[in-house]
């Protein structure tokens, strides 16, 4: 009995889930991991250069690369909610003080499929993005 428990704790260990770093990640290791676990998301802190923003609906997205449909992508999409907490912590709006600034972020990478459309109907090609949801301000932890 004595041989047989080291030896079925060993075999266990390498059944055991990693645990998620809680270091912040790049957009391409987000995007990674965002990934390999979809549709599921991959939890942690991102970090990322804010280099162009835009809206869509009521939601802002802050973007780290110029093109939004750049495949190295990783997209923000801060909430309603999420940007009047900002726009009163930062004192200006969210997208203007944030350009080309580097903000480290906690919430869930996840790969989300965009559609093309024509006249308001899908063409069945689409991409993917990487998105990562701010519902609230407290999920952007620091400015540089």
């Not at 939890?43 to 690369?65: I, W």
């Not at 093109?67 to 709006?93: C, F, K, W």
């Amino acid at each position: 009995m004595r041989i047989v428990a080291p030896a079925l704790l060993a075999a266990l260990a390498g059944c055991a889930t990693p645990q998620i770093s809680r270091d912040a990640v790049v957009p391409m290791v987000a995007i990674e991991r965002a990934a390999a676990l979809a549709p599921g998301a991959y939890p942690g802190v991102f970090v990322m250069t804010v280099r162009a923003s835009g809206r869509q609906g009521s939601s802002l997205y802050l973007n780290s690369e110029t093109d939004y449909r750049d495949p190295r992508n990783l997209s923000l999409e801060v909430r309603p909610i999420a940007q009047a907490q900002l726009e009163s912590r930062l004192g200006t709006p969210v997208d203007t003080a944030l350009q080309g600034r580097t903000i480290h972020v906690d919430g869930e990478a996840r790969r989300v499929r965009i559609n093309f459309t024509y006249d308001g109907r899908p063409t069945g090609k689409y991409y993917y993005q990487t998105h990562v949801v701010i519902e609230r301000g407290e999920q952007l932890l620091s400015v540089d």
